[in-house]
């Protein structure tokens, strides 16, 4: 698009399983922690990535919102973060040219099963409204724009596993045909027994055998992920208006890319062929070549054929660099967060820029590909261009480039 301003993330916001904001994250992948525990959320035999020890009040004061629905409250806490880092005045955004675009995954399912249980036992007329309401997907959405009286385009994608960077990438493109000034991007997930029941049932779900159950993505031994929970927002900016206003830009958004393989539900194209077209199609737009990408944050939801469709796509673009690129994922420390996980996976991204240090994978145990590396340990080194993948359950795909800022 001619005439296209650069796009930058001018502030973060992060609600994990590792706590809350980019330092915890940092600590976790630095420090080779597993997030993964037992879960005190309801009943189930399976190791999850729960958020522990949050409270709505230490990000936001609002009672009422206190009220809400954990993936609410998450959201909120991670939008409020993120307008506190970027250092913009209330006023700049209590406006019609600011825009929110919120993805999910799984949406409100704690509010959802509540109401459906409620179907099954007692019928349809013992519904309760406030449960009701709270459990559309639009919900933690309305929540942000009520709290900050944001009044631009509020835009819902229930995009599941891919549903940050999706979000990622509507917002991108908002800006870019200049229909707004700033993007508030947001996505969130939460942990619920019936999901968790369903996704096991699906095969999606690393079983409990013997204390052994984690998330091993690229690995032999791979069978399943470890669900989890959190929320990620970002401030998406043109840099002159980052700029103008005061603003520091974190990082540039060079590319977002988005595709699906429509082979069906719950089987994504091993081949690699969509995982390639989305990720050339994402380089191609920032004007670089494969030798130009520093670190590649993997996206595969941990299963046999979601590895494949990444591992084989990667290499289908990479396997003729001069030397080998290194490939991470963040599963095994993080557990799959659902919608979050693309957006937590380029904050991740933004961490490696500013720190200069790549970060390696947990307990892998793999050969390297062809030009792709695996590192275990996390290294120091000049990164200025990383790659981030998102793979969702039913085929669909996210690939963005993210750019030091020169």
């Not at 399976?46 to 409250?73: G, M």
């Not at 006023?91 to 179907?119: F, H, Q």
């Not at 009701?132 to 933690?140: D, I, K, L, R, T």
Request: proline share 5%; glycine share 10%; with cysteine.
């Amino acid at each position: 698009m001619k005439n296209s301003p650069k796009l930058v993330i001018t502030g973060y916001g992060l609600i994990g399983p590792f706590g809350v904001g980019g330092e915890t994250l940092l600590q976790a992948l630095r420090d080779k922690c597993s997030c993964t525990s037992e879960c005190t959320l309801f009943d189930t035999h399976h190791q999850v990535a729960e958020v522990r020890d949050f409270r709505l009040a230490d990000y936001v004061r609002n009672p009422r919102a206190e009220r809400s629905p954990r993936i609410s409250q998450f959201a909120l806490a991670a939008a409020a973060q993120t307008l506190s880092q970027s250092g913009i005045d209330s006023k700049r955004i209590a406006n019609e040219s600011t825009a929110i675009v919120y993805g999910t995954g799984m949406g409100p399912a704690v509010a959802t099963e509540r109401s459906l249980d409620t179907i099954v036992t007692q019928g349809l007329n013992a519904v309760e409204p406030l449960n009701f309401q709270e459990s559309v997907f639009n919900a933690p959405a309305s929540l942000i724009s009520i709290q900050f009286k944001i009044k631009g385009p509020i835009i819902v994608l229930p995009m599941g596993w891919t549903a940050g960077l999706y979000a990622l990438k509507q917002g991108y493109d908002l800006l870019r045909r200049k229909t707004i000034e700033r993007v508030l991007v947001v996505t969130a997930d939460e942990l619920a027994g019936k999901t968790l029941d369903a996704l096991d049932r699906l095969g999606f779900i690393s079983p409990n055998d013997g204390g052994d159950e984690q998330a091993r993505p690229f690995d032999g031994r791979v069978n399943g992920t470890v669900l989890g929970e959190g929320a990620a927002a970002v401030l998406l900016e043109s840099e002159d208006a980052a700029r103008n206003r005061g603003g520091t830009p974190r990082v540039r958004i060079s590319s977002c890319a988005v595709g699906g393989d429509a082979l069906g539900p719950g089987v994504p194209d091993a081949s690699g062929n969509a995982m390639a077209k989305v990720i050339r199609r994402a380089i191609s737009q920032t004007g670089r070549s494969i030798a130009d990408i520093d670190h590649v944050l993997a996206g595969t939801i941990t299963t046999r054929e979601s590895d494949l469709a990444e591992l084989n796509g990667i290499e289908m673009l990479f396997g003729k660099r001069d030397y080998p690129c290194p490939v991470t994922s963040l599963k095994p420390y993080i557990g799959e967060t659902m919608g979050p996980a693309g957006l937590i996976s380029l904050i991740a991204g933004i961490l490696e820029i500013e720190q200069g240090t790549v970060f390696g994978n947990r307990e892998l145990k793999r050969a390297d590909g062809a030009g792709i590396t695996f590192p275990i340990e996390s290294e120091k080194q000049s990164v200025r261009t990383v790659l981030i993948n998102a793979i969702g359950v039913s085929g669909t795909y996210a690939s963005v480039v993210l750019e030091a800022v020169t």
